[in-house]
């Protein structure tokens, strides 16, 4: 089951803040969060587990409510080299180790 | 120097061709794995490696058919392309079992064109 992102798109000036959230219809145990530039590979920023561990990028943080299968990434004073598509990947309670991915939130950040 | 990489960069073939995409990671990492990204940029996995064991294959056309012929290394041999096929494919590894509290790290992509 595809988790879902919110919003499609957002378009930000440098300094600015952004949510980007992702929901699930399942019960997570983990939700992975990539950013992607255009034309380059998905890069890692932060694991959450089902339990509160988190893994990851030092300026970028992230939620994650188990009870409501939502992630929340959370960029704060927003820089240039931020904009990409970011994308979560959620692995369900009792799925098959394996990553589904949302459709992507692309985010602009302009001077 | 570069972790996971893919050859070619780019693949632009007929349609009915055969063609391989390779991959390779250098960063000791036992999974790997094979995904899928559309012109409408969804990412999908394809398949998953462990140890040169298939772990995961995807609902993918046989068509596809992956090989490993040791835990760095994981190919993609497509038979008889068709225009579908036609995508960014990415490849990627991970540490450990492949559990999903492990970072993937992934290639910088194939382009495939089947025209």
């Known amino acids: 089951q595809q988790p879902v992102q919110s919003p499609q798109a957002v378009i930000l000036r440098e300094g600015e803040d952004a949510v980007i959230n992702c929901s699930s219809s399942?019960?997570?145990?983990?939700v992975h969060w990539y950013r992607q530039k255009h034309g380059e590979a998905p890069v890692f920023l932060m694991i959450?587990?089902?339990?509160?561990e988190q893994k990851g990028h030092e300026k970028i943080s992230a939620s994650f409510n188990e009870k409501k299968q939502q992630s929340s990434l959370y960029l704060t004073a927003s820089q240039l080299s931020y904009s990409g598509t970011y994308f979560c990947?959620?692995?369900?309670?009792?799925?098959?180790?394996?990553?589904?991915f949302g459709k992507g939130t692309k985010l602009t950040v302009n001077p | 120097d570069t972790a996971v990489s893919q050859t070619p960069k780019y693949l632009v073939t007929q349609m009915g061709n055969d063609k391989s995409i390779k991959c390779e990671q250098n960063?000791?990492?036992?999974?790997m794995y094979w995904y899928k990204q559309d012109s409408k940029k969804f990412l999908k996995i394809m398949f998953s490696?462990?140890?040169?064991?298939?772990?995961i294959n995807e609902t993918v056309p046989n068509r596809f058919s992956p090989k490993s012929p040791d835990k760095a290394h994981l190919n993609l041999h497509i038979n008889s392309l068709e225009l579908g096929d036609s995508a960014v494919y990415f490849c990627?590894?991970?540490?450990?079992?492949?559990?999903?509290?492990?970072?993937?790290?992934f290639g910088p992509g194939t382009r495939l064109t089947v025209l």
């Open positions: 990627a590894s991970s540490q450990g079992s492949g559990a999903i509290t492990d970072t993937q790290y």
């Open positions: 399942k019960a997570l145990y983990s």
């Open positions: 959450l587990l089902k339990g509160g």
């Open positions: 990947g959620t692995e369900s309670v009792g799925g098959s180790e394996k990553l589904v």
């Open positions: 960063l000791g990492h036992d999974t």
């Open positions: 490696y462990n140890n040169k064991e298939l772990i």
